[in-house]
């Protein structure tokens, strides 16, 4: 009893207390609800004993209610707040996955360079020519010009006129040399002549260059007898190149004859040149 009197006096002093936010009749009625919650304290029976219970019991329970929304909107932001924070957790760990990535070196080109190199050792080792590999860092490849560009030049004795070959394959010749590079005329540049002989027929003839990937046979004898799927080799001619170097297959058009390359210029990547023979 001594408690309900005590929250009756602090609801009055609350009241007072909020000058200019209450009507006088509102704190007026709030101060006769009180005088007369006072006097029900006062009476001793069950009926108001449990309205009592009843009135107090819903405004506890209606207290939790109303913190619920507080509670909820705590609970909200809370969760709103977790999931940003997981969310730039997650944009960050892409961020790094994708530096990761692009540190993470593909071993395939690797693998790739390396079967070339051994490639060009293994050709290197069997021939008795003498020979210096070198790798293409340019290609001109047009209508106009076909050639390319090497690493090696005249430290490594390179000299105009020596053979370029994709391992086996005569594919061009040394037309510029500097220092540390030099330039090779491939066969289908529209400046590349170059002798050669046609089997099992041996006839001799001019592989002319016409700026495409397929060079053309030229002043063959008038009544030859070439075939499509005849090979075509170096004839080593005016002893400009080592005689016997494979070229390409005579594949015959309507109206001339071309030769089809054993090596794919375009996906070269190491030449080798021949220097001559080891003996000499």
Do not use: C, W
């Not at 593909?106 to 050709?123: A, S, T």
């Amino acid at each position: 009893m001594e408690t309900s009197r005590e929250d009756v006096g602090i609801a009055i002093r609350s009241a007072f207390l909020k000058k200019g936010t209450q009507q006088r009749f509102s704190l007026f009625a709030l101060i006769v609800f009180s005088i007369i919650l006072i006097y029900v304290e006062t009476i001793e029976a069950k009926p108001l004993d449990y309205l009592r219970s009843f009135i107090k019991d819903t405004i506890y329970r209606g207290s939790v209610v109303v913190s619920l929304p507080s509670k909820g909107f705590k609970s909200v932001a809370s969760a709103v707040a977790n999931h940003l924070n997981l969310y730039n957790e997650i944009i960050k760990l892409k961020e790094e996955n994708a530096q990761l990535q692009e540190q993470i070196y593909d071993p395939g080109f690797l693998i790739f360079e390396n079967k070339q190199l051994r490639k060009l050792l293994d050709e290197q080792v069997t021939s008795s020519a003498n020979f210096v590999s070198a790798r293409v860092i340019l290609d001109k490849l047009s209508p106009y010009l076909n050639s390319f560009i090497i690493n090696s030049g005249s430290n490594k004795e390179i000299k105009n006129s020596m053979a370029a070959l994709d391992g086996k394959n005569f594919i061009g010749r040394i037309v510029d040399v500097n220092f540390f590079s030099s330039r090779v005329l491939l066969v289908t540049d529209l400046n590349s002549k170059i002798p050669v002989l046609v089997e099992p027929s041996g006839y001799h003839a001019i592989l002319s260059g016409h700026g495409t990937n397929e060079p053309t046979l030229e002043y063959l004898p008038e009544n030859h007898k070439v075939q499509s799927g005849n090979k075509v080799y170096t004839s080593g001619k005016e002893g400009i190149f080592s005689p016997g170097i494979p070229i390409g297959k005579v594949r015959m058009g309507t109206e001339k004859i071309f030769v089809s390359l054993f090596s794919d210029i375009s996906q070269i990547m190491f030449v080798n040149i021949n220097l001559g023979d080891k003996n000499n």
